[in-house]
C-alpha cells in the first residue's frame, strides 16, 4: 500500500463488550469495508487509497473474532445478526448517522444483513461475491454448490477444525486464498498468517460457519425482508466457492438493485485480481450518493 494518504487506526466499543479495530483513511462521506473469510482490514488494502482519494472518509474494522478485534468466546456469539449490530454500532461510534457499505464474502453476508435489520444506516449498498442470504439458501439445496461449499460443514464440526487449520504454516487457510490471480505475494500472505495466528482468531473465524450452519433455514428464512438501500453486485465469475447462479438476487429482496456486475476473468478475489475495475465500479456508484 502506498503512503500518499495517512492510514490512520483506532477501535471502536460497539456494545456487549466487543471493540472492533479498524484503520481508516480519508474524509468525507463514511464507506465502510467489510472483509470476508480468511482475510482482515488488509484484504482492502488496495481500495482504501483510490477510495479516499475519491473524497470518501474509508473505514475497514476486522470484524468480530479477526485478527484485532474482541473474540468473544462460543458460536453463539457469531450469529450474523450480531456481527451486523456490531457494524451499525461501528457506524454509530465514528460519529455518522449513515454509511455506504461494501461486503465480500462473509462481509458480504454481514453487509446484506445489516441492509435488512438496519436499513437507516446503509445509504449505499456494494456486494462483492457474497450470495444474497435466500439465494445462498437455494443454492445449498444442489449438489453442486454442496462441493464448492464443502467447508462450511467441515467448520460446524466442533474442535476439529481448530486442531487442523494452522498445520503446515496455516496451509488450510492459505489453501483458501490460491485462486487469486495475480497470486497474493509471500509478504500479504505472512500478513495474513499473522492475523489469523492472534489467540482466538483461528476458533472466532471457524465460529461463523458453525453459527449459520446450526441455524435453520426456516428460522433464517423468516428473518429476511426487503433490502430498500440501491445495491451494486459486483461478481467474480471464476469464483471456486460460489456458483456464478448465486449472483442475481430475487428483484422481490432487492428492489432497488442497480445491476450486478460480472467479471468474467476474476476469481472470488475480485477486489484483489481486478481492483482498479472493482474501484471504478464503487467510484460510479458511491459518488452521486456523496
Do not use: C
Not at 467448520?155 to 487449520?165: I, K, N, R
Not at 426456516?218 to 471456486?240: C, F, H, N, Q, Y
Amino acid at each position: 500500500m502506498s503512503t500518499q494518504l495517512a492510514i490512520r487506526e483506532g477501535y471502536a466499543d460497539v456494545g456487549d463488550d466487543v471493540n472492533l479495530h479498524y484503520v481508516e483513511a480519508g474524509d468525507g462521506p463514511l464507506l465502510v469495508l467489510l472483509h470476508g473469510f480468511p482475510e482482515f482490514w488488509f484484504g482492502w488494502r488496495l481500495q482504501i487509497e483510490p477510495l479516499a482519494a475519491a473524497g470518501f472518509r474509508v473505514v475497514a474494522p476486522d470484524t468480530r473474532g479477526y485478527n484485532l478485534s474482541s473474540k468473544p468466546e462460543g458460536f453463539k456469539e457469531y450469529g450474523v445478526d450480531l456481527l451486523a449490530a456490531d457494524i451499525r454500532g461501528l457506524i454509530e461510534q465514528l460519529g455518522a448517522e449513515s454509511a455506504l457499505l461494501v461486503g465480500h464474502d462473509w462481509g458480504g453476508s454481514i453487509a446484506w444483513t445489516v441492509a435488512m435489520n438496519h436499513p437507516e444506516v446503509v445509504d449505499r449498498l456494494a456486494i462483492l461475491n457474497a450470495a444474497h442470504p435466500r439465494r445462498l439458501s437455494q443454492g445449498l439445496k444442489h449438489p453442486s454448490q454442496l462441493r464448492k461449499s464443502w467447508y462450511f460443514f467441515f467448520f460446524a464440526t466442533p474442535g476439529l477444525p481448530e486442531e487442523v487449520v494452522h498445520l503446515r504454516d496455516w496451509h488450510f487457510f492459505r489453501h483458501f486464498l490460491e485462486d487469486a490471480n495475480p497470486p497474493y505475494t509471500p509478504e500479504e500472505i505472512e500478513r495474513y498468517e499473522e492475523a489469523w495466528s492472534q489467540p482466538g482468531a483461528a476458533a472466532g473465524m471457524i465460529n461463523y460457519y458453525r453459527a449459520s450452519v446450526r441455524q435453520s433455514q426456516k428460522e433464517a428464512a423468516a428473518k429476511l425482508r426487503p433490502i430498500s438501500a440501491p445495491t451494486l453486485v459486483i461478481w467474480g465469475e471464476r469464483d471456486s466457492y460460489l456458483g456464478s447462479d448465486l449472483a442475481e438476487p430475487e428483484r422481490d429482496d432487492v428492489p432497488n438493485l442497480d445491476r450486478v456486475e460480472r467479471l468474467p476473468d476474476a476469481s472470488h478475489w475480485v477486489h484483489h485480481d481486478a481492483a482498479e475495475r472493482v474501484n471504478q465500479l464503487l467510484i460510479d456508484f458511491f459518488v452521486p450518493a456523496a
